[in-house]
């Protein structure tokens, strides 16, 4: 794994990049990253940088994501066109390869997948998607303290608690909804065997 510039650079760049809340909330994600990767035996560094580096591209407005993706190539569906913030995986995954000089393909996909998350997640894809909703600047979830205890006891059982809460969620809110996240919730609904939640 490399990458081209060290943590603290990393770290300085995305702070002149986010607004002060969006930095308090990545430095959060970059430290329970690392903290799930103790609990459950992972590459601290590769955890790391994948938290670290989950937001990068959060800052880009509706209409620059969607020309990034337009101008690199990266495929759009229905729901990003409506709602373009759920590109910024897509494109944070780009600027960490292209700014940030990152070429691990595990890296790059935990931040593709950490909005949306997806079937069958890599170690590192759960740990940060998990890391992004129970980091500690977050406080309006409901079940938040359940959510990060079970997260250090099961984190396939944690990612399948946020998804159900992420659906519930977007459909009272009737907000649009990506099909990735409806797959992945019915892949760990299969996964853990609850038959009676569908």
Known sequence: M????DVVEIQNHL??????RRFI???????TSMCLAMKYSYDLKKAELAG???DCAKYLDADKLL?????????????????????HGKVGALFAKKKYGIDDEEILSAIRYHTTGKPDMTMLEKIVFVADYIEPSRNSAPNLEDLRKLSFENIDEAVYAILKQTLFYLKKK?????????VTC????????????E
Do not use: A
């Open 67 to 87: 020309k990034t993706c337009h101008k690199n190539n990266i495929e759009i569906t229905q729901v990003e066109q409506k709602s373009p913030y759920l590109l």
């Open 25 to 31: 909330h990545t430095i959060g994600v970059q430290y």
């Open 52 to 54: 670290l580096l989950h």
């Open 186 to 197: 019915n892949f760990y609904r299969d996964l853990l065997g609850r038959k009676d939640d």
């Open 174 to 182: 009737n907000q649009n909804i990506d099909q990735h996240t409806v």
């Open 15 to 20: 702070k002149k990049k986010q607004s002060e």
């Open 2 to 5: 490399n990458t081209s510039m």
